[in-house]
């Protein structure tokens, strides 16, 4: 936070409830750390300059920022030829050009942190003389009002949304702002840390400006189930913003969890425990909790100053136990439950009556709330306290402290070491701090600690006292019990807590978390990857090959994998494409599909010279025909009836399931249902059938995308290419052309999932290197759609299917390299650790 001084100097001050996180930075600038670290930041709401106090009758000794007695009359500058640069405040604070070079040479040599400031203000209010700051309080609406509270399962009602688009608005060019000031100063090989909700936009931007970019993320608040983030209108956006990240961590094992549910459920990625496949590469996903500076916590806590303080308190409340809690003035916090917990104790347990006390300190939150919530917040808390005081008070004892302030640094550590118990009853909480500076505050005299177990902390202190803070009967008793403990329970408990808390403190946790990202990277550059097609070679051989064979799978490489498969339809693109290319006498383009006949003659049908094999090679229709041929009639089909019992009962227990029974295949898809269920008892599914019909039958049990497949296993579509190539071949020889080519001198072939790699197998079985190749190796292109991590036999690869419609018109002559490039279509060819921490 920055004050301006009468003086047009700063003030800088830390930013309230973020100790352990700028402990943290610290740490990463200094010499134990063998990072180069920086900090890239928001300066923080700049107060207005401020008089010093005088005297009443103190004439001001500027008329600057006066305002005008009437519309006639303003400030006269002191020098009559210019006007120095300052505008009124009524149109905001006006920050000149020195000032700010000022700051920003102040933060960027800072002995404790090196700082990159972000200035957030519209373009119109940044000029060559300064910068005028207009209601800085929305760069972080959105964050605090509709994220934050989402996060910590707080739902608004619904409103007409201008607001909200508003601040969505605001949000996203802060966002812009900080990945702008981040390239700055970024260099390759630089690690990028970004820190918490207000910048949840940022990996992406980063990842599109920067792909080979090491960027990570981290959230210090809870992440919500999918059933509340679906609420949230930009749910995508956000979650799509994160995925830019290589890493993501979290405080505890349930919010990553969470973020990856939200991921499959949202996006529809597959995701396990440990990550997910987004975008053709994976974003791991760990769990590190946040620690304190357990050394600075002891050294603070003993002071000289600090131990006046515990002493006036201990001899303040000489005779009873001091229950102590400092929390924010937020909901979520829990305070309203702490009190009512507090009044059922007294009311089960009377002997305690006069001889217990809670001090409670309450903080004004940071976050932006309605006012009537906060108020309403507020009064609820005063009325509790009125309450309990009034039924079991008396005029020389009140049970219940209520302190509603801030409170000094020597008076905090003051109380934590004062208190008998430490209560924590937050209802949603990220890392609660507080809890384990009790843990190091307590080190002489061993107060137990009670704390919520939906507290990010209560993961991490498993000998805590875990309570549920809407169970008040349960709070209550727990209370006793830490009033009555042993001498040794209490000692063994604090042991176990202190033991835990020095050790993983504050640099434990980032030191941990960047070496998971070190780790991250590493293991990506060990892992194999497929080449991106190189389309000018591929376009330079297409000219030069008198006969060529295109062999297309269709979803996933035609179309896009869509959540239903009858949606699935060909772009006007790509049928364009495709007629121009079956037209071409030289080329015989073939569709190798799992699709059934039926939907293969609807939607491609009518497209002259296009070849089709139907259910994974069962069917085939020649160029030019109108009949299909049956490869699989003389094979017994009397499996079928087995499997489809099978796949009707996993479709009675998972809602939104079906079979699609084939003339020669059975499919079962649960791209529609719940995913992690489908996936669930697809897993289930899939040995059950192996375990039986697998046995019996000659059949094999394919894994597809979101389906699970039963075919004979002679049909597949390597066997097809096979086919092809050879027949191809074949007429090539008998066409006895002395000037024509002898066997296919072109061959492509395109599939994205698991049957697919059947199609890659043969293709490079037909092109070895051995002597008997029937297609030339360096005219062979077999390519797969997707990651370029993923295991394949595949030579090359495409990202998406849009790549291969632009690959086909490429081909066709309806595109040329140079549109491809200017579209930002994927085209194939053939230093020093330094840290930058970004947080808002």
């Avoid at 805590?464 to 001498?487: C, E």
């Avoid at 039958?697 to 050879?726: Q, S």
């Avoid at 001198?745 to 059947?758: N, Q, R, V």
Wanted: proline content about 5%; glycine content about 6%.
């Amino acid at each position: 936070m920055v004050g301006l001084m009468s003086s047009s100097m700063q003030e800088l001050q830390p930013r309230r409830g973020q100790s352990a996180l700028f402990d943290a930075f610290s740490y990463l600038s200094s010499d134990d750390s063998p990072w180069n670290h920086t900090v890239v930041a928001w300066t923080g709401e700049i107060d207005a300059p401020v008089e010093p106090i005088s005297p009443p009758s103190t004439p001001p000794r500027t008329t600057l920022h006066v305002s005008a007695l009437n519309n006639l009359s303003k400030p006269v500058p002191v020098n009559g030829e210019s006007v120095p640069p300052t505008q009124p405040i009524a149109d905001g604070l006006w920050i000149p050009r020195e000032d700010v070079s000022r700051l920003e040479h102040q933060l960027s040599h800072d002995k404790r942190i090196k700082t990159v400031p972000v200035w957030l203000a519209d373009e119109a209010d940044i000029s060559g003389d300064g910068i005028r700051l207009k209601d800085q309080a929305r760069w972080r609406r959105y964050a605090e009002y509709e994220l934050y509270t989402l996060f910590h399962y707080k739902q608004h009602e619904p409103t007409d949304g201008r607001a909200e688009k508003l601040s969505w608005a605001d949000y996203c060019r802060m966002n812009q702002k900080f990945a702008t000031k981040i390239l700055e100063v970024y260099k390759p090989g630089d690690i990028v840390i970004v820190h918490d909700y207000n910048l949840m936009l940022l990996p992406r931007l980063l990842r599109q400006r920067a792909p080979q970019m090491y960027i990570s993320f981290f959230l210090h608040s809870p992440f919500p189930s999918s059933e509340f983030l679906r609420c949230l209108p930009q749910r995508k956006e956000v979650l799509e913003g994160v995925l830019g990240a290589n890493l993501v961590g979290f405080q505890s094992y349930s919010y990553s969890r969470h973020f990856a549910s939200c991921c499959t459920r949202i996006l529809g990625f597959f995701s396990d425990t440990t990550g997910i496949e987004a975008y053709g590469s994976r974003v791991e996903v760990g769990v590190f909790p946040i620690g304190v500076d357990a050394i600075k916590v002891a050294s603070l806590a003993w002071t000289d100053s600090v131990n006046k303080n515990y002493t006036s308190l201990k001899k303040m409340y000489e005779g009873k136990k001091i229950i102590v809690g400092r929390d924010r003035l937020d909901s979520v916090r829990g305070v309203a439950q702490k009190l009512m917990a507090f009044e059922r104790f007294l009311e089960m347990y009377p002997e305690w009556r006069n001889k217990v006390v809670l001090i409670q300190v309450t903080s004004p939150t940071n976050i932006e709330e309605k006012e009537d919530a906060d108020n309403k917040i507020a009064s609820r808390v005063n009325e509790l306290v009125m309450k309990i005081n009034g039924m079991y008070g008396s005029l020389s004892h009140s049970p219940v402290q209520h302190f509603p302030q801030y409170i000094s640094q020597d008076e905090y550590f003051a109380l934590l070491r004062a208190g008998d118990i430490g209560l924590i009853t937050s209802v949603r909480d990220g890392m609660n701090t507080t809890s384990l500076e009790y843990v190091i505050c307590q080190r002489e005299t061993a107060g137990p600690l009670i704390l919520s177990e939906f507290s990010g902390t209560a993961g991490s202190l498993k000998d805590a006292i875990h309570i549920n803070p809407w169970d008040l009967s349960g709070v209550a008793h727990q209370i006793n019990h830490a009033l009555t403990m042993s001498d040794e329970e209490r000692q063994k408990m604090e042991r176990n807590l202190l033991t835990h808390v020095i050790n993983k403190n504050v640099q434990f946790w980032i030191a941990g978390f960047l070496r998971r990202l070190v780790s991250v990277l590493g293991s990506r550059k060990k892992v194999m990857t497929t080449p991106l097609l190189d389309r000018s070679s591929m376009l330079q051989k297409y000219h030069d090959a008198r006969k060529r064979l295109f062999m297309f799978d269709y979803d996933g490489t035609l179309t896009p994998i869509v959540r239903e498969p009858s949606a699935a339809v060909p772009s006007k693109k790509l049928l364009e494409s495709l007629t121009l290319l079956a037209a071409d006498p030289r080329n015989a383009v073939w569709i190798i599909s799992g699709r059934d006949q039926e939907f293969l003659t609807q939607h491609l049908g009518h497209i002259p010279g296009l070849g089709f094999s139907a259910e994974h090679g069962s069917f085939m229709r020649n160029p030019g025909a109108t009949d299909w041929e049956n490869l699989a009639d003389k094979f017994d089909m009397g499996w079928q009836e087995e499997v489809d019992a099978v796949f009707q009962s996993v479709t009675d227990k998972v809602p939104g399931s079906f079979v699609e029974r084939k003339r020669c295949a059975l499919t079962w898809h649960y791209r529609l249902a719940d995913p992690e269920q489908g996936l669930h008892m697809s897993q289930e599914c899939h040995r059950e059938l192996e375990r039986t019909v697998g046995r019996k039958w000659d059949v094999e049990v394919m894994v597809g995308k979101a389906n699970l497949e039963v075919r004979p296993t002679f049909i597949n579509k390597g066997e097809i290419v096979k086919r092809l190539v050879a027949t191809y071949n074949a007429e090539l020889k008998l066409s006895g052309q002395s000037d024509g080519p002898s066997k296919l001198e072109l061959a492509l072939c395109m599939g994205d999932d698991f049957t697919d790699e059947d199609m890659f197998r043969a293709l490079n079985a037909v092109s070895a290197l051995d002597g008997t190749a029937e297609i030339e190796p360096d005219t062979c292109f077999a390519v797969t759609i997707g990651p370029s991590t993923k295991p394949t036999l595949a030579r090359w690869y495409l990202p998406e299917a849009e790549d291969v419609i632009d690959c086909v018109a490429l081909l066709a002559g309806t595109e040329t390299l140079e549109s491809l490039v200017a579209g930002g279509s994927a085209i194939g060819s053939a230093a020093e650790d330094k840290t930058t921490e970004t947080g808002a």
